[in-house]
């Protein structure tokens, strides 16, 4: 079973490293701006997207974290990289779409997130889809 992500000072470290480095345009990681869904407060968190096919896409490698939540109240967002900002309308994809994503989100970034993730079987096309239910994964369009 995978570990439970928790935001460490280790996490808060890392974190505030990649925003750093995604505010000069650099790694990536991108700024992900969302709405909270009981405050109506603007909530920032780094994210790492991908992209497929030209189509821009967020993966949720902890599963149903806060940023999920919130964009399942709100799906307006914006995505910030090196002072570019594009807002987008963030919807949830799953089965094959949300599985094809997931399985080049991990081979992106498995070094990152495998301890977090849970993938059962050999990591077939076939095993990143039944994951996608427990991982989250948004178009962003």
């Known amino acids: 079973m995978a570990k439970q992500y928790k935001v460490t000072a280790k996490v808060r470290f890392i974190n505030s490293a990649m925003r750093f480095l995604s505010q000069r345009g650099k790694g990536p990681a991108s700024e992900l701006v969302v709405t909270g869904r009981t405050t109506g407060e603007r909530r920032h968190v780094v994210v ?3 992209t497929v096919n030209d189509v821009t896409y967020l993966v949720a490698p902890y599963g149903e974290v806060n940023w999920v939540l919130n964009i399942r109240a709100n ?3 914006t995505l910030s990289k090196g002072g570019a900002t594009t807002r ?4 949830q994809v799953d089965g094959d779409e949300g599985g094809k994503v997931l399985a080049m989100y991990y081979a992106e970034n ?4 495998d301890e977090f993730m849970d993938i059962p079987g050999e990591h077939t096309i076939t095993d990143f ?8 994964v948004f178009r962003l369009g």
């Open 110 to 113: 498995a070094k990152y997130v």
């Open 88 to 91: 987008f309308t963030a919807r």
């Open 48 to 50: 790492t997207p991908v």
């Open 129 to 136: 889809i039944a994951a996608a239910e427990k991982y989250p």
């Open 75 to 77: 799906p307006k967002v």
